[in-house]
């Protein structure tokens, strides 16, 4: 890839579609693929796949087509999922709970180092053989332990205070589910998740696929 180059956020969102279908051809045994027979896979043209690829060296041979393994491992690297990220969850509800006990975040490496919550009856349980800690606690165990990334799986109204303050602590990943958006400094990556947005999307596909 050239350095500096700018590269669109629908590439970048391609890009985890391209690595979960070549983990699955890797599974079923397959080593080489065309862009066309990709394409059926995904559901994208194949001279996109080629000029996606193509933002970050090619990685194909015109008539040989692509490594599958080879591609998967790049991706990944790009993706930066041939690393481990530090991570924390804040807020130890049932949607926390449900991050933790998601085996697959270890897999996509993603590692879970620590769960925090206000409730002090809370203090010293532990989900998935995660110690659930106290926010007091906080600042001091994202600079000891080197966390990438924050899940906030808290109640709006605590979201910005607390987003807030892991931005400050020099957390600069956020994984934000609070229905709220948060006004942190542009070197702050938030990836918003609004569940109700998306279902208000699924009901709208639904609805106008029978109207």
């Not at 933790?100 to 490496?109: A, H, I, L, S």
């Not at 924050?150 to 607390?162: D, G, Y």
């Amino acid at each position: 890839m050239e350095e500096n180059k700018k590269i669109s956020s629908a590439v970048i969102r391609r890009l985890p579609r391209y690595y979960r279908y070549l983990g699955e051809l890797i599974e079923s045994g397959v080593q080489r693929i065309s862009s066309k027979d990709l394409s059926v896979r995904m559901k994208v043209t194949a001279s996109q796949i080629r000029q996606d690829l193509n933002n970050f060296g090619g990685f194909g041979q015109q008539g040989y087509g692509y490594n599958v393994k080879y591609l998967y491992d790049e991706i990944g690297k790009i993706l930066g999922i041939d690393r481990k990220h530090n991570m924390i969850i804040i807020g130890a509800g049932n949607l926390g709970r449900a991050i933790v006990n998601y085996t697959d975040f270890e897999k996509r490496g993603f590692v879970i180092c620590g769960v925090f919550d206000n409730n002090p009856e809370l203090k010293g349980e532990s989900i998935h053989g995660i110690d659930i800690m106290m926010m007091d606690q906080l600042a001091d165990f994202i600079h000891k332990n080197d966390i990438e990334i924050v899940a906030l799986t808290i109640p709006k109204q605590a979201a910005k205070e607390i987003g807030k303050q892991v931005a400050d602590a020099g957390i600069k990943a956020i994984w934000n589910f609070a229905h709220t958006d948060l006004n942190l400094p542009d070197d702050v990556i938030v990836e918003n998740v609004h569940l109700s947005e998306s279902l208000m999307r699924l009901s709208y596909t639904i609805a106008n696929k029978h109207s």
